[in-house]
């Protein structure tokens, strides 16, 4: 029996063990189907990687050129601003300089106006003056000469002796006048 089961198991093929021709057609077409593989979709593959190797790579390449230009920008951005501070302290240090200067030129010219128009009021003062002495003179004349007259008892009508005589009367008046106020 145990040699009828051997003969039996020998005649019955084994289910986990293919027959050979079918493992010679299957290794054929795996050769074939890798054959395929490797020539033609394998490169298809490899390209296809590549081409997402470099787009991915040229993408990382253009953030970090964008990124660098950014940050270029920025510190182009805050010198920029660093100078347009400057200069608006340099125009405000200016303004401050010009009000300055345009304060002490009007004060200036305001001390001028009033030191001329002081110098013309004293000249014209100074010319009422004498005016008023002038008619003063010519009034006081006129009344000594008529008390003269009234004392002496003539007419001293005669330009040149009435002249000279309220020219001495005057003038003894002014030096009494100074007399007076030297003592004083």
């Keep these: ?3 009828a089961l051997i003969i039996a198991a020998e005649a019955t093929p084994n289910p986990l063990i293919p027959p050979v021709y079918d493992i010679v057609w299957s290794a054929v077409a795996f050769v074939l189907i890798f054959l395929v593989f490797w020539r033609v979709v394998t490169p298809r593959i490899t390209k296809m990687l590549d081409e997402r190797t470099e787009a991915i790579e040229g993408g990382i390449k253009k953030a970090e050129a ?3 230009q950014a940050a270029a920008a920025l510190d182009e951005y805050n010198k920029q601003l660093a100078e347009a501070r400057t200069e608006a302290s340099r125009i405000r240090e200016q303004a401050r300089a010009d009000a300055t200067a345009i304060g002490n030129e009007v004060r200036e010219q ?7 128009i002081t ?14 002495l002038q008619s003063l003179r010519a009034e006081v004349g006129t009344l000594a000469l008529d008390l003269a007259s009234g004392v002496i008892g003539e007419s001293l009508k005669d330009d040149a002796k009435s002249t000279a005589v309220v020219d001495r009367f005057l003038a003894d008046l002014e030096a009494s006048q100074a007399s007076s106020a030297g003592e004083h």
């Design 110 to 116: 305001a001390q001028a106006d009033a030191a001329r």
């Design 66 to 68: 964008a990124q660098e």
């Design 1 to 3: 029996m145990q040699n």
């Design 119 to 132: 110098a013309n009021a004293q000249a014209q003062i100074e010319a009422e003056r004498q005016s008023a």
